[in-house]
């Protein structure tokens, strides 16, 4: 009997990816912004722009979203400034100007370097107030100190900033142990810990004219497998193939 190979890749490519038939589309008309900024909600409730150069400012779903993969695109449409677009995992209203048991993810993307941080995507934790004017380069959400703990940065994005007028397509998995940030189909972020339950919003701090669109959600399955753990179930295949191999020959 002829056996049929499946290329390491796509099996690879099967168990990073969640499944998109399940997505449905969020409508952004009962999103809930904070702290500023100027969230405007296209008439099809399809997409959201910001357009002030403006202190930290989130725009939020004000509903605990752990368990859901969230996924959309994002676009800066301008050719000034550079500095920081992104998300926030666990939040609660308020949390930017710090309340009593603040604790939620930052996951921030600055276009050039400037001041104390380097350009690129990173994963952070906050735990306080980060409320700074736009242009505060000393700020804790600027230099990632203080209220800001630096996780990680990014796999290939790390020390990339986004490109002015180009559309990113980003997907992130959020559970209460790990969670997940694809961009483009390429997963750049993947944090393992403990992370608290709250809303999933678009995050703007200093930046202008960015469109976050086509915003959709999913449940995830139970547990999603890990892409770390990927050689060791590539390898237990490999082993029952040699098996059935040898089987076969004798």
């Known amino acids: 009997m002829k056996s049929i190979r499946i290329p390491l890749a796509a099996i690879a490519a099967a168990i990073i990816s969640t499944t998109a038939a399940n997505a449905v589309p969020v409508d952004l008309s009962t999103w809930i912004s904070d702290s500023g900024g100027n969230w405007t909600v296209a008439g099809d409730n399809?997409?959201?722009f910001q357009n002030l150069n403006s202190a930290p400012t989130v725009f939020h779903n004000g509903v605990d979203s752990q368990g859901l993969s969230l996924a959309g695109t994002i676009t800066v449409e301008t050719t000034s400034d550079d500095?920081?677009?992104?998300?926030?995992?666990?939040?609660?209203?308020?949390?930017?100007?710090?309340n009593v048991d603040?604790?939620?993810?930052?996951?921030?993307?600055k276009q050039g370097t400037q001041g104390g941080w380097d350009a690129g995507l990173a994963i952070s934790r906050v735990t306080?107030?980060?409320?700074?004017s736009g242009v505060d380069t000393s700020a804790d959400a600027w230099d990632h100190v203080g209220n800001v703990s630096l996780l990680t940065r990014a796999n290939n994005l790390?020390?990339?900033g986004w490109v002015d007028n180009t559309t990113y397509s980003f997907?992130?998995?959020?559970?209460?142990?790990?969670?997940?940030v694809l961009v483009d189909g390429v997963l750049e972020l993947q944090v393992a810990g403990s992370f608290a339950n709250g809303?999933?919003?678009?995050?703007?701090?200093?930046?202008?004219?960015?469109?976050?669109?086509?915003?959709?959600?999913?449940?995830?399955?139970?547990?999603?497998?890990?892409?770390?753990?990927?050689?060791?179930?590539?390898?237990?295949?490999?082993?029952?193939?040699?098996?059935?191999?040898?089987?076969?020959k004798a």
């Open 128 to 132: 306080g107030p980060i409320q700074a």
């Open 171 to 180: 997907q992130i998995d959020f559970t209460s142990t790990l969670i997940r």
């Open 102 to 109: 603040t604790d939620y993810i930052l996951v921030d993307w």
């Open 46 to 48: 399809n997409s959201v």
């Open 199 to 248: 809303a999933f919003g678009f995050y703007n701090h200093s930046q202008p004219n960015v469109r976050y669109a086509g915003i959709t959600e999913e449940v995830l399955p139970p547990e999603i497998p890990i892409p770390g753990a990927l050689p060791l179930m590539l390898t237990g295949m490999g082993l029952v193939s040699f098996l059935k191999r040898r089987k076969r």
């Open 158 to 160: 790390g020390n990339t």
């Open 83 to 98: 500095d920081f677009i992104g998300f926030v995992l666990g939040y609660t209203q308020g949390d930017i100007d710090g």
